[in-house]
C-alpha cells in the first residue's frame, strides 16, 4: 500500500508540490488558507461555539496536533506511524504528573496514591514547571531519536516499522496499567485543579486553553509547511519514494527519516500535553494501539501527502465521531472503519486528493486501463491551484 | 519568502494576545477557585431531561448495556407512574465507549448542552474518576450503580453501589466466623479496586490473627499468568481464596483451578466481582459452590425483588438475568425521584441537602441515603453458585449496613492511606 503508486496517487504526489508552476498563485492561495485558518480559529470558533463544542473544539485540535506529525512522518517521509499513542502519552503523563503535583493538597501527594508506598523518584523532576515543560518536549523527542537511530539505521521499514511502531505503543498501554502504585494504572492520572496556576473549571482559562491550542496546531502547519520546501523536505521525499537511490548519491537516509521522526514525536507529546487540561484525564486507553490508529485515520482520510490535509482529515474524523456518536450510540465505530477502508482502497490520497483523481479521470478516461502499479507514462498536469488548499473549506 | 512569514507572525500575536486577555481566575492558596457554574436545567416544558451515560461499544458494553436496560425499565415505570414532580422523562442516551476521556466529553456534554437534571451511569473506577471533576465543576449529579474501592464521596455523587465496609468487610466477617478462615490467599487484576480491597483485607488480617499466604495480580484483560497463580494458590494451602480478578482472567482462573483438582470443599474461593451475568461465560460447573459477595442475588425474596425479575424478563426476554449492579441502576433513579420529590425542585441544591434520609424498597431491600457521604445503606449478602447458574444467599448482614466508605468507624483501619480531599 506504501510503495505502490496508483494513478491517485501520483497525481496527489503531483498537486503536493505546487512550486514548480504558477508560484505566485500556490503562495497567494497558501496565504489565503492561513488567513482564513486564523479567521475561523481565533474569530469564528469562539465568538459562535459554546463552551462545552469550544471544549471539544480544543481537544480535536490537540489530536490534529499529532495528525500534522504523522503527516509529515507519513505523507512526505514514508514511514507509517502507527504507533504515536507512545509519544502522546509520553508528554500527555509528564504533563498530568505536573499538574497533579501542582494541585495536590497539603500533603503533596497525588490523588491517586491511596494505597501508601512512596511517590517514586521520578515524579519529582517534572515539579517544577520549567523541567515540566522541557520533559515534554526532551524525552519524546530522545526516545524518538533512540529509536529511531536504532531502526532506520538497521534499514527497517515499510510494514516492519509500521509493527514495531504499533508494538512499542501497546508496550507502552501495558507498562502503565501495570504501574498501578506509580503511576495509576489503567485508572490513569485525573483530578487536575489548575493549569500552571490558573483554574481549570473557570471558563475563561478554559478558553485560554483553546487559544494555546489553536496557535500552537497552526505554528506545526507552519513548521511543516517550511520543512516540506525546503531542501530538507525534498529529501524526505526522495528518500520515500527512492531510498536506495537516495542513499547511492551519498546521503545518510536514515539520519533524514529520523529527524522527520522526531519532529512528528514531538509534535505528538504536545498535543498529549495540551490534551491533559482540556480534557482532565489521561489514561493507558488513550496510549495503546486503538487510539494510535484512531490518529491515522485522519490523516489518510484528508490526505496524508498534503499540506492540510491531515488536519483538516483529522478534524472532520474527530468532529463525526463526536456528533455523530450522539445520534447512533456506538455506530460510529463501524462507520469509522468502513470510511478508512474505503480510503485506502479506493482513494490512498485521502479525500485531498479528489479534485486530482476527478480530473485525471476526466483527462485519460482509458487510466483505469492501466495496470495498477505503474505509474502512468504522463501524468496529467494539475490546475495551478493545488488541491490540499481547495479543501480549506470542509 | 517575507510574504509567507508575516501574516504567520501576525497570526501569533494575535493568538498571544487572545491567550493573555483571555486569562480567568487564578487558583487562591487554598486551591479553590472563584469560578462560579449556573445551572440550565430546563423544567418549563412538561418533561425534564436526564441523561444515561453507560458504555454502548468497546469492552465494557458488555456489562454496561444491562445497566442501560435497567435504567430505562425504571425509567418506564416512573413515566408510566406519573413521572416526577409531574413531568415525564426524557431520556438522553450517550455512550461511555469504555473509555474514560468519552465518558468526560460526554459529562460535559449532557450537563452543558443538553441541561439534564442528573446523569445515570459510569461503571469502571477510571471513568468516574474521570467524571467526577466534571460533575464538581458544572455542579452536575451523577448517580453511579457498582461497587467499587471506597475512600471517596463527592457531593455531586451518589454512589449505590456498595462501598468496603458493606461487601469486603462482611466477606471477611463471613469468611473468619462461618468457614473458619485462618489463612488467605489474595488473587487480583491489577488496577485500583483488587489493590485497594486487598490493603484492607491485609489490615483486617492483622487485627484478626488471619494469615495472608500469598497476593497475585494478573493485569486487566490478561490471562498468561494465571497458571502459575493457580499452583501457587494451590500449594500454598490456604483456607480460602479472596478473588478481585475482573472480566476475562476469571474465565481462566476458574478453569485451571478445576483443573488441578481444586473444589469449593476443598478451598473455596470468595469472589466480589463475579454476578449472574459472568456465571454462564465462567461456566456454571466450574463455580457450583463457589462464594460470592454481593448487596443483591435474582433470588432475593420479596415482592420487590419479584416484581422487578418480571418486570425485566417481560422486557428483555424470560432467560435474562438481573446483577447487583443492574439492580442498583434501577434503584438509583428512583432514589433521584424521592429526593427530588422530597425537595420539591430539580435544582441539584435542593436535591443535594433533601438527599439524605430518603429511603426506598428496593428489590434487594430498604435503602437509605447517607446524607454525609452520599453512599447509601444496604444489606450485605453472601451466596453461593447453584447448578442453575444463580447465587443463593447463604448469609446476610443483620439489617442494612450504614456507609462508611473512609473506613473511619474501624480502629484496625487507621492506616490505610486516605485521599485528604475526601476523608
Redesign the interface.
Given at each position: 500500500m506504501i510503495g505502490s503508486a496508483t494513478p491517485a496517487e501520483a497525481a496527489a504526489a503531483e498537486v503536493s508540490a505546487p512550486r514548480a508552476r504558477g508560484p505566485w498563485t500556490g503562495?497567494a492561495a497558501?496565504?489565503a488558507t492561513?488567513?482564513v485558518a486564523?479567521i475561523v480559529l481565533?474569530g469564528a470558533a469562539p465568538a459562535m461555539l459554546?463552551?462545552?463544542?469550544l471544549?471539544?473544539l480544543a481537544?480535536f485540535l490537540c489530536v490534529a496536533m499529532v495528525a500534522v506529525g504523522i503527516g509529515l512522518a507519513w505523507g512526505s517521509g514514508g514511514m507509517l506511524t502507527l504507533g504515536q499513542g507512545l509519544f502522546f502519552g509520553l508528554g500527555a503523563y509528564i504533563m498530568a504528573m505536573h499538574l497533579q503535583l501542582s494541585?495536590a493538597?497539603?500533603?503533596g501527594r497525588p490523588?491517586?496514591?491511596?494505597?501508601?508506598s512512596d511517590l517514586p523518584w521520578w515524579w519529582e523532576l517534572f515539579r517544577s514547571p520549567a523541567t515540566a515543560l522541557l520533559g515534554i518536549v526532551a524525552v519524546p523527542g530522545l526516545l524518538a531519536l533512540l529509536l529511531g537511530l536504532s531502526v532506520f539505521r538497521r534499514r527497517v521499514k515499510g510494514a516492519y516499522f509500521a509493527i514495531l511502531s504499533q508494538a512499542s505503543a501497546a508496550a507502552f498501554a501495558?507498562l502503565l496499567?501495570?504501574q498501578?502504585?506509580t503511576i495509576?494504572?489503567?485508572?490513569?492520572l485525573?483530578?487536575?485543579?489548575?493549569f500552571f496556576?490558573?483554574?481549570?473549571?473557570?471558563?475563561?482559562?478554559r478558553?485560554?486553553l483553546y487559544?494555546?491550542a489553536?496557535?500552537v496546531l497552526?505554528?506545526m502547519v507552519?513548521v511543516v509547511h517550511q520543512l516540506r520546501r525546503s531542501r530538507y523536505g525534498e529529501l524526505l521525499t526522495a528518500v520515500r519514494d527512492g531510498e536506495e537511490r537516495a542513499r547511492f548519491l551519498g546521503y545518510d537516509t536514515a539520519m533524514v527519516k529520523v529527524v522527520a521522526y522526531v519532529v512528528a514525536a514531538v509534535f505528538a507529546a504536545i498535543g498529549g500535553a495540551l490534551f491533559v487540561p482540556i480534557?482532565?484525564?489521561?489514561?493507558p486507553?488513550?496510549v495503546g494501539v486503538v487510539p494510535s490508529i484512531g490518529f491515522l485515520v485522519g490523516v489518510a482520510v484528508g490526505g496524508r501527502a498534503t499540506l492540510f490535509g491531515p488536519v483538516l482529515g483529522s478534524l472532520a474524523v474527530s468532529y463525526a465521531g463526536?456528533t455523530l456518536?450522539?445520534q447512533i450510540?456506538?455506530g460510529w465505530?463501524y462507520v469509522q472503519g468502513f470510511l478508512f477502508i474505503l480510503v485506502v482502497a479506493f482513494l490512498p490520497g485521502g479525500l485531498g486528493s479528489i479534485a486530482a483523481v476527478v480530473r485525471s479521470r476526466r483527462r485519460r478516461p482509458a487510466a483505469d486501463e492501466l495496470p495498477r502499479g505503474v505509474p502512468e507514462p504522463d501524468a496529467p498536469d494539475p490546475e495551478p491551484t493545488p488541491a490540499d488548499v481547495r479543501s480549506g473549506g470542509a | 519568502m517575507t510574504a509567507l512569514r508575516r501574516p504567520v507572525t501576525v497570526t501569533f500575536a494575535l493568538a498571544a494576545l487572545l491567550a493573555a486577555s483571555a486569562c480567568g481566575a487564578k487558583v487562591d492558596e487554598n486551591g479553590d477557585s472563584t469560578a462560579d457554574v449556573e445551572s440550565c436545567i430546563d423544567t418549563s416544558g412538561d418533561s425534564v431531561k436526564i441523561g444515561l451515560l453507560n458504555s454502548m461499544s468497546g469492552t465494557m458494553s458488555i456489562s454496561e448495556q444491562t445497566v442501560r436496560r435497567s435504567l430505562e425499565l425504571a425509567a418506564a415505570e416512573i413515566n408510566a407512574d406519573g413521572g416526577v414532580l409531574g413531568k415525564r422523562l426524557e431520556l438522553v442516551t450517550e455512550d461511555g465507549a469504555s473509555e474514560p476521556t468519552v465518558f468526560a466529553e460526554k459529562a460535559t456534554k449532557l450537563l452543558q448542552s443538553d441541561c439534564v437534571a442528573a446523569v445515570f451511569g459510569g461503571w469502571t473506577s477510571s471513568s468516574r474518576k474521570a467524571m467526577l471533576p466534571v460533575f464538581e465543576d458544572n455542579d452536575g449529579l451523577l448517580f453511579y450503580p457498582v461497587q467499587y474501592e471506597g475512600l471517596e464521596a463527592s457531593e455531586n455523587i451518589f454512589y449505590t453501589g456498595a462501598t468496603t465496609n458493606q461487601q469486603i468487610i462482611p466477606a471477611l466477617d463471613y469468611l473468619r466466623t462461618e468457614l473458619g478462615a485462618q489463612s488467605l490467599y489474595l488473587v487480583g487484576s491489577d488496577y485500583v479496586f483488587p489493590r485497594t480491597a486487598n490493603a484492607i483485607i491485609t489490615a483486617y488480617a492483622e487485627e484478626y490473627d488471619i494469615e495472608i499466604v500469598g497476593e497475585d495480580y494478573e493485569p486487566l484483560g490478561s490471562v498468561e499468568g494465571i497458571p502459575t497463580i493457580v499452583n501457587r494458590v494451590q500449594s500454598s494451602g490456604a483456607d480460602a481464596v479472596f478473588n478481585t480478578l475482573n472480566g476475562d482472567s476469571n474465565v481462566s482462573f476458574f478453569s485451571q483451578y478445576s483443573n488441578v483438582g481444586l473444589t469449593a470443599e476443598t478451598m473455596p474461593v470468595l469472589s466480589v466481582s463475579i454476578a449472574e451475568e459472568e456465571v454462564p461465560g465462567i461456566g456454571v460447573e466450574r463455580l457450583v459452590g463457589q462464594y460470592t459477595a454481593w448487596n443483591y442475588y435474582q433470588t432475593v425474596q420479596s415482592p420487590e425483588n419479584e416484581a422487578f425479575v418480571a418486570a425485566f424478563q417481560e422486557a428483555y426476554g424470560s432467560d435474562a438475568v438481573t446483577s447487583d449492579p443492574m439492580e442498583a441502576a434501577y434503584t438509583s433513579l428512583y432514589l433521584w425521584r424521592n429526593m427530588v420529590e422530597a425537595a420539591g425542585s430539580f435544582e441539584v441544591d435542593d436535591v443535594q441537602e433533601a438527599a439524605g434520609g430518603i429511603s426506598f424498597a428496593a428489590p434487594e431491600g430498604p435503602v437509605t441515603v447517607n446524607g454525609d457521604n452520599h453512599h447509601i445503606a444496604k444489606t450485605a449478602l453472601i451466596g453461593r453458585v447453584n447448578p442453575e447458574g444463580l447465587i443463593d444467599t447463604v448469609w446476610s448482614s443483620a439489617g442494612p449496613i450504614e456507609p462508611d466508605p473512609c473506613l473511619e468507624g474501624y480502629a484496625w483501619a487507621a492506616s490505610l492511606e486516605r485521599d485528604e480531599t475526601y476523608c
Open positions: 503562495r497558501m496565504l492561513y488567513a486564523a481565533f459554546t463552551d462545552f463544542r471544549r471539544m481537544q494541585s493538597g497539603p500533603s490523588a491517586f496514591m491511596v494505597t501508601g501495558l496499567i501495570s498501578q502504585n495509576g494504572g489503567s485508572n490513569g485525573s483530578s487536575f485543579r489548575q496556576g490558573f483554574a481549570l473549571n473557570d471558563p475563561v482559562n478558553r485560554m487559544f494555546i489553536a496557535g497552526i505554528a507552519a480534557v482532565g484525564i489521561i489514561s486507553q488513550n463526536s456518536s450522539e450510540e456506538s465505530v | -
